[in-house]
């Protein structure tokens, strides 16, 4: 006997696949979900630093750490999914952003930060399910309150000729004082549910996010030898702020578990 | 049942307590090398590029004027073996700068030029943070430490030449000059 052959022998007795009569899978009132997978942001880029910077090539890692979903009707359901994601990493477009400085200064010290929060995000909103014995197609619509900002742009300007250093940061805020911003975003999403018996199901699902806030950046110029006066503060001889033509938005794609349960007696007995 | 529950939860609690708590260690008495400052020269940097460059001939940009102040000691510094620079005996309070002949209308010669100076703040070869400016003595220094200092005034054309002074928290005084650098 193979190693594969043992694999899934050993499978197959973790998942007792059992015979699902057709009436009873959409009278499962709940269903609990936990998933993991990968997004992405595929913003286009402008001129405008505030779409240059939001389109950054942003991947992250998307963990549905748990949705519930609750079927006040046979089809349609109310569902609330608590997501983070962990592992954002970004790439800006930097030649872009450093343009405007390159015939008066050298561009020294680029440094692109990765965002730095990573949730976590609070979505809700309304769940239709249709299918019968294993498979489950789910459509959802719902809101979000959050979303993963860009990452953070910094770089060092040397004057040609001179001895002028000036520290510039590109932020995605509308001031440099705020730290975050709350949005409120769209979110759509596609499930696939393939149930091993009335309590167990594999799911797989793709999402799509869409912000309703323009892309921002915020620019500052700082005169780094202020900064060497009191040890910690520049002093700011620049600032420019820039909405966006753009609205971020964000792909993923997640597989995962489903447990169904219904609350008052049980539909189906276990079957060994 | 639910006393074995309520007795293995609190086992459990104080086995990984003391499984993940370690007694705390006293720090070491570190016995830290003293050093004295043993010598001192000025030297001059092109600043016009990304990175300083000795002068071209002689030649600097009067907006381009970097002076490096390489301060060397008899300290002997070993990473492995202390995790700080070895403490000056006599700390630097002061550092100022004059210029010999004149600067411009302002400063005639041996005027005290300090403020005309910023501290460069990109890093360099062996720079040390000069805590002078912010008027704190600088305490403790590698054995060869490089202060950088920029020229923000703007100097006449012509030669010039600068002498340091560095005043230590004793009183004792330490000079050195600059060889002649023409600036345009």
Known sequence: MSHKKI?????????????????????????????????????RASDNPADILAANNLSYM????????????PNWGLYASFDIYPGASSEIDEAKLTAPFEDK???????????????????????????????????RVGASLYDLPPGEFECTLKGKGNNEVYTVTYSPNDSPYSDGNIDLNLDLGISIDYRFNNVIALTAEAGYRQSFARNKAYM??????????????????????????????????????SFLMHKKKRINRPVR | MRKAACWSILLLLLLTTTATSCEEDEWPDEEYPLCSVTGMSVSHWDNTGVMPQLPNQNKIAKEAYLMEILLTTDGIYDDWKYSMLPALQDSIAK??????????????????????????????K??????????YPITHLKAASSLYKALFAVPDAGTHQFRVVLTFTSGLTMEAESKPIELY
Not at chain 1, 17 to 37: C, M, N, P, Y
Not at chain 1, 221 to 237: F, L
């Open chain 2, 95 to 124: 550092i100022n700068i004059y210029t010999i002949h004149p600067l411009n209308q302002e400063y005639p010669a041996d005027a005290d030029i300090t403020s005309c100076f910023k501290e460069y703040p990109l890093s360099l």
């Open chain 1, 220 to 257: 500052t110029v700082r005169d780094s030898y202020t900064q060497m006066r009191d040890g910690y503060s520049y002093q700011s001889v620049e600032q420019t702020y820039w909405k966006g033509k753009g609205m971020s938005n964000e792909f993923s794609i997640n597989i995962g578990m």
């Open chain 2, 126 to 135: 062996n720079k040390i943070d000069d805590s002078t400016v912010r008027g």
């Open chain 1, 105 to 139: 200064y050298y561009v020294t010290n680029k440094c692109n930060y990765d965002p730095f929060e990573s949730g976590p995000t609070f979505t809700a909103g309304l769940q239709y399910r249709l299918g019968k014995n294993r498979w489950f197609t789910r459509f």
């Open chain 1, 7 to 43: 694999v899934l022998l050993f499978l197959c007795c973790l998942i007792p696949v059992s015979a699902i009569r057709a009436q009873e899978g959409l009278r499962l009132k709940h269903q609990l979900e936990s998933l993991t997978g990968v997004g992405f942001r595929a913003n």
């Open chain 1, 62 to 73: 998307k963990l549905t750490m748990l949705r519930y979903s609750f079927y006040i009707k």
